[in-house]
């Protein structure tokens, strides 16, 4: 029998262990099996969408470069063939579907393997419930803490679709979040530890969590009319500044029609300059 470290929904370890089921954690890992699945999972992940193009698809060199003989180099017929400058490629890429399908029970067995992989090597932690009334991303990233698994690569597994729980960790790097039954063998692998619900060994779901109290309810009610008035105050600003805009802009265009142009300043003063008396002969 292989056993799980227990936590409860806080992170505090149980004395006791949690025994995981014997008809699914046997210890046995099969290694090919596992290499299998790992391969098609990324084959599926790939687009197949590279393309290069080859001699036909390349414009251009629908005429000899040069005559047939008596030029003494090679003879070509294109300047788009491969051994040719900004000609066609050879064997390159072209758009294909990667998929590659996996019989049913090798998929399970794979998955039955990294779980057992991980039970083995103590990377597998039990908890009695993920508790989260609504999304908190410090609750999760706390809860991590308590597990000793900071800084490590978490697949977070619910006994069942859990949103408040998905949205927990979605902005923390390295973690995953999904029910257990979606889990893939690549999942499991790809993570340094897996944390999983009570309630997905033992078929028993978590009973919904009682409403918030008080103190909660009173917090969040207080954060909402926190930025209500900031953003309402934010408005007001923006408008007392386009007000004030607007009432500067009429006098500004009354001072600038009242105030003369440079033109007219310019033949004003040419006009009201004294004549000079002219020089008379002789003088210096």
């Known amino acids: 029998m292989i056993e799980a470290p227990h936590y409860s929904s806080a992170g505090a370890k149980r004395s006791a262990t949690f025994a995981l089921p014997a008809d699914y ?4 890992v099969n290694e090919p099996v596992l290499h299998q699945a790992v391969k098609v999972y990324l084959n599926n992940q790939r687009q197949g969408t590279a393309k290069t193009k080859t001699r036909s698809f390349v414009s251009g060199g629908n005429q000899k ?14 300047t788009r063939a491969p051994h040719w400058r900004g000609g066609g490629i050879v064997f390159g890429p072209i758009p294909r579907d990667y998929r590659t399908d996996i019989p049913r029970k090798v998929k399970h067995l794979a998955r ?12 597998l932690h039990v908890v009695e419930r993920f508790a989260f009334r609504r999304p908190r991303t ?15 690569k978490v697949l977070a597994l619910t006994a069942a679709p859990d949103q408040n729980v ?8 390295g973690v995953e979040v999904m029910p257990y039954a979606q889990a893939s063998a690549y999942d499991v692998l790809w993570a340094e530890a897996v944390v999983v619900e009570e309630g997905a060994f033992t078929g028993m779901m978590p009973e919904p969590l009682p409403p918030e109290d008080e103190t909660e309810a009173t917090e969040r009610a207080e954060k909402a009319e926190r930025k209500a008035a900031k953003a309402a105050k934010t408005v007001k600003k923006t408008k007392a500044s386009a007000a004030k805009r607007a009432a500067t802009k009429p006098a500004a265009k009354a001072k600038a029609a009242k105030k003369p142009s440079a033109k007219k ?20």
């Open 25 to 28: 954690f046997d210890g046995t």
């Open 65 to 78: 470069p040069w005559k047939q003989k008596g030029t003494g180099r090679a003879r070509q017929g294109s």
């Open 112 to 123: 039955k393997s990294a779980l057992n992989a991980r039970a083995r090597e103590g990377s």
């Open 138 to 152: 410090g609750q999760l990233a706390a809860l991590l803490v308590s597990l000793g698994l900071e800084g490590r």
């Open 166 to 173: 998905y949205l927990s960790g979605r902005n923390l790097p």
């Open 265 to 284: 300043r310019a033949t004003k003063a040419k006009a009201t300059k004294p004549k000079s008396s002219p020089k008379k002969k002789g003088s210096k």
